[in-house]
Structure formats: structure tokens, C-alpha cells
């Protein structure tokens, strides 16, 4: 297992260009099993999760060519669906939380899939009741297989339905869109997650033929097409990158710019670090952190102490609490972090009370930061990453500590974050893999 070793206290400065965004490439990886013809997608991130979703489907038949960084075609004209009832396809699907993105379009195109239970983050309990429900609705059978620890979907022919999601699931709306695609009639899907990457997926399935409106707001319409074609399709800047990059260079920039950010995607990125006292200057699609020797924390209009708190989109991602946690820990003032998606994700900020911060976990979901005002620096430490999110989160917070750190289960970062090190690196860190 890898680790990373950091030698903090170094500024970074320079300009830094976010990958291409791992929850989108998900997705649109998995449409390609929705038609036998070539779908040439690019600017596909480098990182371990979407190498695995490729390998993966490869290993069902898909051909993937490769005619460039980031640029792949796919062609799932031949598949091999034995290989789904194979105990090497539950293992590969455990490594990955995206390998449930398959469901859909297989069950949309073959009338059958298997899921085993997903990898992924182990940041509280992920239920699933929202994809199986949806494909219900539309008219699938599920059943469990206890022994192989498998559900099994069938369904002779899906029909179009009004369903009303018990939760925006981000995932759970993607699988249902790709297998609505392809059934008969109309299907209506309210409490849609609506974020930039499902945006992007129903843009590619409609450029693939499918007949999708309500694109971006939460109540969807799919009119059922009898068959898909080929497509390009490009993917997004990694708003979770981008936000990542922000936190960074709130901490330890001095003078740093995040090019081509599709900032119109951003949502309230931007703003929840501004809350916190962080610059952002936005320059044409880059944005510009200067070095800041203080940043101070936002107060309510009514004077009552800030609070952060994740939200479905257009509300603020879980995926950043963490970097906003680190980043809150040497701002002026004080925040309250509420954590509400996920039930296990905070508790990472014990690594961060070990290294100096003032933080008071008042429960799993919430977490009171009283920041140092940069009048304490943080200690160096000895640290796992517990998954992606919290492992970029001590990735900062080592940047900006006193000594050198080490940071171990870098595999963790290495699912979503492409050739970190290196990249950092060029903009004035040290770190390195060991
Ligand atoms: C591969 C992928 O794309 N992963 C993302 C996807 O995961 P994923 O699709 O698995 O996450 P879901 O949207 O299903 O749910 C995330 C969590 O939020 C809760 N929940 C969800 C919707 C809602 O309206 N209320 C609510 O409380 C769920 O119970 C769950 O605990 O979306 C999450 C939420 O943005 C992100 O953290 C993950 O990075
Ligand atoms: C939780 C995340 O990923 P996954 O859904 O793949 O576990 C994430 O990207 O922050």
C-alpha cells in the first residue's frame, strides 16, 4: 500500500488545470453499453476509479481504443454477459461505487444486470433503494442472491411510468435515465438529481438519440426511443477538483489559478469558501486565489455563527465539507460544519485535532471549527486516508504544516485525484510516494 510524504510549510504558487471530472466520467462510461456503435468520449480523467469502470467493462466484451490522453472510444457491440454471473465480475464491482451505473443500461438493453454489492467510500451507509425502486416502477424484478451477495434485475421489456424518487440520489437518477431511455412510452421522473453531471449524461443521451427534457431542473421526461447510436461527448472540469484546488490555495497558496474551471458550473462552490473568508477572483473560466494572510469567517445577516451544510444540487456538495473543514481550521472566526448526506464522513477530524486544530465533533453529522488566524500552524503527523475526500483534506492540511507528514492508503486519493503529486509538486510542493 502506498504512502505519501509531505514536507509542509512550502507556498505554492502557479497555475494548476483540473482534470476531467471522475462522477461525470462515471456515468457517461456507463451509457456506452446503452448501443452497439462507437462513443468517443474525452477529456477522461487518469484515475484509478474510472480505470477500473474501463476495465470492467471490458472484461464484459466492450472494445476500448484509445486515440489519445483522455481521449477513448468505446464500441459495446459484442458483449459477454456470462461474465456478469462470474464471482471475478463481484469482485472487480466491489472495488468501485461507479460499477453501479451498469445496472441501467444493461437492464435497458438486454433485459437483465447484476449488481454486487459497490465499492467506494465507506462513509456511512449507502443504500441503493432508489435505483431498484426506480426500475421497478418500470417494471423490473429484483431478487437477492444471499450467497453470492448479488441482486439480479429482469425485466422482459421496461414501460414508461410516473415515479416520484424517495431521494435525489445522484447515481440512483442516472441509472434510472438510462434505463427509461430505451423503454416504452413515457417516463417521468420527479425529485431528479439535477447537478452538472447528470446534465451532462442526459446531453450525451440525447446526442446518442434519446428524447430527454427538464434537463437541469428536478422533474424529467423521457420519451422512450427503440434504439441508440453513436455519440462524442466531452466531460466536464471536476467541480470537486476545482473546489479542492481552492481549499489549497486558501492554505497554502501564494498566488494561484485553477484554469478553465467551468465556473458557470460551480454552483455555490465558489461561495461557501468565500464564506469563509477565501478570495476568488474570477478571471474569463480560471479562477485566482492571491495570498491572503488572513481570511475571515462570514457571519449571517443576523450576526449568528456561519454554518456550512451539504445539500442535493443546487445545494452544496458533500464532497467539499472536508476541504472546507481543513481550510476553516486557520481562518479568523469560527463555523459550524453539518455534514447531513452521509453519516460516517466527519470523524476524519480527529487526524486533524492530532495535528493542532481546534475542532469540537459535537456528533457524526456536525463539527464546530474555532480557526487559528494562522497564528498556529499545524503539527506534522502520521495519517491514513480514510477516503478520497478526507485524504485530499490531509493532503492540505500536511501542506501546511510544520515538519513532514506522512499520509498512508494513498490509494485512496489516487481514485479521484489524477497524478496528484506531480501536479502539486510543479507548483512548489514536496511530496513524495513511497
Ligand atoms: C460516483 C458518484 O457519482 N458518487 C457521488 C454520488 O454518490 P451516490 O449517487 O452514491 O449518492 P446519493 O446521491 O445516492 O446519496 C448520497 C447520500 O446522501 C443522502 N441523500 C441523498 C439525496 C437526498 O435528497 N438526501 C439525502 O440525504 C443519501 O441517503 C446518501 O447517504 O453522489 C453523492 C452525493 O452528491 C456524492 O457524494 C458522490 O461523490
Ligand atoms: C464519495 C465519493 O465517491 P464515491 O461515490 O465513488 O464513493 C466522492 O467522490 O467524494
Redesign the pocket.
Known sequence: MESFIIEGGRPLRGTITPQGAK?EA?EVIAAVLLTPDPVRITNIPDILDVNNLIRLLQDVGVKVMRNGKGDFTFQADELNLEFLASDKYVKKCAAL??SVLMMGPLLARFGKAVVAEPGGDKI????LD?HFLGFKNLGAEFNSDDERHVYNIEAERLHGTYMLLD??????TANVVMAAVLAEGTTTIYNA?CEPYIQQLCHLLNAMGANISGIASNLLTIVGVEKLHGATHRILPDMIEVGSFIGMAAMVGDGIRIKDCAVKQLGVIPDAFRRLGVQIDVDGDDLYIPHQSHYVVDSFIDGSIMTLADA?WPGL???LLSVLIVVATQARGSVLVHQ???ESRLFFVDKLIDMGAQIILCDPHRCVIVGHDRNKQLRAGRMSSPDIRAGIALLIAALGAKGTSRIDNIAQIDRGYEDIEARLNALGAKISRV
Open positions: 462522477n462515471l461505487r461507479g456511512g451507509r449507502r443504500r432508489t431521494e435525489a440520489s445522484v447515481t440512483g438529481a442535493p456538495t458533500p464532497d447531513k448526506m452521509f
